[in-house]
């Protein structure tokens, strides 16, 4: 059988309508096994697209080598049946060549609907090529893939992340009282280098580079973990200046944070407070920066303590205040020149307790 096709009159038509229905066959089996699966390149030269491109340029081949075929012997049914225009003919002939004689034939020829199939056939041949190609489409997806836990050889998205921690040293003391049977307890704390460096580094640093600093493990552009907790170190600072409150009569505590004998002495001072006990104190009258009564008694406790701008933390590592006076406001003031002394005199200065100051 497949002897006879070979030789007989059609046996070139028939191959290419078989050829023609392979490659749509073929092109049908790639798109499915494709579909929604990674893009390939066969040894990195050979795409999908150019298969598909090509299974199309040969499906189209054998299908306009047919309906060409087909036209040339159809003509000669026509004008056996009936008497035509010689100019079907022509028109016919044309179509068996191309789309232009196609539109001829759909445009002049009465009849001959057979012919006018063709011809149709022949101008979709043409737009083969581009439908074929926009088949594939193109998108970027996200892929979740889950962690191996196990060690083995597959993608692994890790983050570094603590629920607890547990390192570090406490160490109580013991130490008797002197004529007493109590005894006085203290702990001595210690951390490792790793958590000190961390808190050196969420002090010293803004935080946006301290969340970029995270270590995390990601194979791809794009890892998404559950919302965790862990243990970070962050730092702010906050202007107070508008808690600081005057204090009047504070000369006893200035005498006696000076370590003078003149502790009944009445000396007028005013300081001004912090909520968290932090002060900042001098004699009044007394110039800053200028002239013999220039220091000022600042005294704070470092450490942990309760303070209204940081309730919203539950876990404060650390926290200090600062009190110092207004330079820019000082500038600006007649007379003041830092770290001159002018003998003691105070014509044209910002005296004590009226010098703008600032907390932070």
């Given at each position: 059988?497949?002897?006879?096709?070979?030789?007989?009159?059609?046996?070139?038509?028939?191959?290419?309508l078989?050829?023609?229905?392979?490659?749509?066959?073929?092109?049908?089996?790639?798109?499915?096994?494709?579909?929604?699966?990674?893009?390939?390149?066969?040894?990195?030269?050979?795409?999908?697209?150019?298969?598909?491109?090509?299974?199309?340029?040969?499906?189209?081949?054998?299908?306009?080598?047919?309906?060409?075929?087909?036209l040339?012997?159809?003509?000669?049914?026509?004008?056996?049946?009936?008497?035509?225009?010689?100019?079907?003919?022509?028109?016919?002939?044309?179509?068996?060549?191309?789309p232009?004689g196609?539109?001829?034939?759909?445009?002049?020829?009465?009849?001959?609907?057979?012919?006018?199939?063709?011809?149709?056939?022949?101008?979709?041949?043409v737009?083969?090529?581009?439908?074929?190609?926009?088949?594939?489409?193109?998108?970027?997806?996200?892929?979740?893939t889950?962690?191996?836990?196990?060690?083995?050889?597959?993608?692994?998205?890790?983050?570094?992340?603590?629920?607890?921690?547990?390192?570090?040293?406490?160490?109580?003391?013991q130490?008797?009282?002197?004529?007493?049977?109590?005894?006085?307890?203290?702990?001595?704390?210690?951390?490792?280098?790793?958590?000190?460096?961390?808190?050196?580094?969420?002090?010293?640093?803004?935080?946006?580079?301290?969340?970029?600093?995270?270590?995390?493990?990601?194979?791809?552009?794009?890892?998404?973990?559950?919302?965790?907790?862990?243990?970070?170190?962050?730092?702010?600072?906050?202007?107070?200046?508008?808690?600081?409150?005057?204090?009047?009569?504070?000369?006893?505590?200035?005498?006696?944070?000076?370590?003078?004998?003149?502790?009944?002495?009445?000396?007028?001072?005013?300081?001004?407070?912090?909520?968290?006990?932090?002060f900042?104190?001098?004699?009044?009258?007394?110039?800053?920066?200028?002239?013999?009564y220039?220091?000022?008694?600042?005294?704070?406790?470092?450490?942990?303590?309760?303070?209204?701008?940081?309730?919203?933390?539950?876990?404060?590592?650390?926290s200090?205040?600062?009190?110092?006076?207004?330079?820019?406001?000082?500038?600006?003031?007649?007379?003041?020149?830092?770290?001159?002394?002018?003998?003691?005199?105070?014509?044209?200065?910002?005296?004590?307790?009226?010098?703008?100051?600032?907390?932070?």
């Amino acid at each position: 059988m497949l002897s006879s096709l070979q030789w007989s009159a059609w046996g070139p038509q028939y191959w290419a309508l078989s050829g023609s229905i392979v490659s749509f066959a073929a092109m049908v089996v790639l798109l499915a096994r494709f579909d929604d699966r990674p893009i390939f390149a066969w040894q990195g030269i050979i795409t999908l697209n150019a298969v598909i491109s090509i299974l199309s340029v040969a499906m189209k081949a054998a299908v306009a080598f047919v309906i060409s075929e087909c036209l040339a012997q159809w003509k000669w049914v026509l004008f056996t049946r009936e008497d035509r225009p010689l100019i079907d003919f022509d028109r016919i002939d044309s179509a068996t060549r191309g789309p232009l004689g196609s539109l001829r034939i759909l445009l002049g020829t009465k009849g001959a609907f057979v012919v006018k199939l063709g011809a149709v056939l022949t101008l979709l041949a043409v737009a083969l090529d581009p439908l074929a190609q926009q088949i594939i489409q193109v998108r970027e997806i996200v892929v979740y893939t889950q962690t191996n836990r196990n060690g083995g050889n597959g993608l692994s998205a890790l983050n570094s992340g603590t629920e607890s921690y547990s390192m570090g040293s406490a160490i109580r003391n013991q130490r008797p009282l002197l004529n007493s049977t109590l005894s006085e307890w203290s702990v001595t704390t210690g951390l490792p280098l790793s958590m000190q460096g961390a808190i050196l580094n969420g002090i010293s640093k803004p935080p946006s580079e301290v969340e970029q600093e995270a270590l995390v493990q990601c194979p791809t552009s794009n890892c998404t973990w559950n919302q965790f907790s862990t243990v970070g170190i962050c730092h702010r600072c906050n202007d107070v200046s508008s808690e600081l409150r005057p204090v009047q009569d504070f000369g006893q505590v200035v005498v006696a944070l000076a370590n003078t004998t003149y502790a009944n002495a009445k000396i007028p001072s005013t300081a001004f407070t912090l909520p968290n006990g932090h002060f900042i104190a001098n004699i009044d009258g007394c110039p800053p920066y200028n002239g013999r009564y220039a220091d000022c008694e600042n005294k704070q406790s470092f450490g942990v303590y309760s303070d209204s701008i940081y309730t919203d933390i539950d876990t404060l590592v650390w926290s200090m205040s600062i009190i110092h006076p207004d330079m820019e406001a000082l500038n600006k003031s007649v007379g003041f020149t830092p770290g001159e002394s002018d003998g003691g005199s105070k014509a044209g200065l910002t005296l004590w307790p009226d010098v703008p100051l600032k907390a932070t």
